[in-house]
Nanobody
Framework: QVQLVESGGGLVQAGGSLRLSCTASRRTFSLYGMGWFRQAPGKDREFVTAIMWSGDRYYSDSVKGRFTISRDYAKNAVYLQMDSLKPEDTAVYYC?????????????????WGQGTQVTVSS
């Protein structure tokens, strides 16, 4: 079992930046990678970005060029740097561990989830 804990959410003005962190309780060798999803009120959870252990990174079109995912093996951590934030980025952001090969952009591909951290972008 892998436990994931997110941190770094908060309130920021449009155009600002935030950095989210996700720390795993142990080494995640059994996972194909790590991802970030988000869920806004009244909407489905949506894919944001993922990083594979190969180093490959994937981004949704809505955040490409503004968000950057990275990882630190030594700290069992994954980070999400969010720049040029927009009000439509407001959501609860979840870190997740990928257990389905090739399923990085679907929530069904992830078996491990953090509790979520709120990101609010004011206009």
């Amino acid at each position: 079992q892998v436990q994931l804990v997110e941190s770094g959410g908060g309130l920021v003005q449009a155009g600002g930046s935030l950095r989210l962190s996700c720390t795993a309780s142990r080494r995640t060798f059994s996972l194909y990678g790590m991802g970030w999803f988000r869920q806004a009120p009244g909407k489905d959870r949506e894919f944001v970005t993922a990083i594979m252990w190969s180093g490959d990174r994937y981004y949704s079109d809505s955040v490409k060029g503004r968000f950057t995912i990275s990882r630190d093996y030594a700290k069992n951590a994954v980070y999400l740097q969010m720049d040029s934030l927009k009000p439509e980025d407001t959501a609860v952001y979840y870190c997740a561990g990928l257990t389905l090969r090739g399923g990085y952009d679907r929530s069904q591909g992830y078996d491990y989830w953090g509790q979520g951290t709120q990101v609010t972008v004011s206009s």
